[in-house]
């Protein structure tokens, strides 16, 4: 019903900003709810920030708040995460994620039905 492509990944020193995109293809992409989950080696797949369908409502994991902005453009149907202040710690791949019939929130990583393929994010000192 949709599929998920995700872009924007790649490596940047400590201090500095990246934009990932995800842009999907299918059926009313307005009506989904979306996120970002992140996958560092070594560890499980965590969530990062969802948004509201309409865009609204947004959810932060407690370590990117103040430094991660996610936003979504649906007349082009496309999600963004903006990362700025990156620090060391937030390398790792990240995937955008989607669901039609959940809210947006503090999502587990078995919430989403629809996933990107992933874009590796390294952040080096």
């Known amino acids: 019903q949709v599929q998920l492509v995700d872009s924007g990944g790649g490596l940047v020193q400590a201090g500095g900003s990246l934009r990932l995109s995800c842009a999907a293809s299918?059926?009313?992409?307005?009506?989904?709810?979306m996120g970002w989950f992140r996958q560092a080696p070594g560890k499980e797949r965590e969530f990062v920030a969802s948004?509201?369908?309409?865009?609204?409502?947004?959810y932060y994991e407690d370590s990117v708040k103040g430094r991660f902005t996610i936003s979504r453009d649906n007349a082009k149907n496309t999600g963004y995460l903006q990362m700025n202040s990156l620090k060391p710690e937030d390398t790792a791949v990240y995937y955008c994620a989607a669901r039609s019939t959940v809210r947006a929130g503090i999502w587990s990583p078995t919430i989403p039905n629809y996933w990107g393929q992933g874009t590796q994010v390294i952040v080096s000192s």
């Open positions: 948004i509201s369908w309409s865009g609204e409502s947004t």
């Open positions: 299918g059926r009313t992409f307005s009506f989904y709810a």
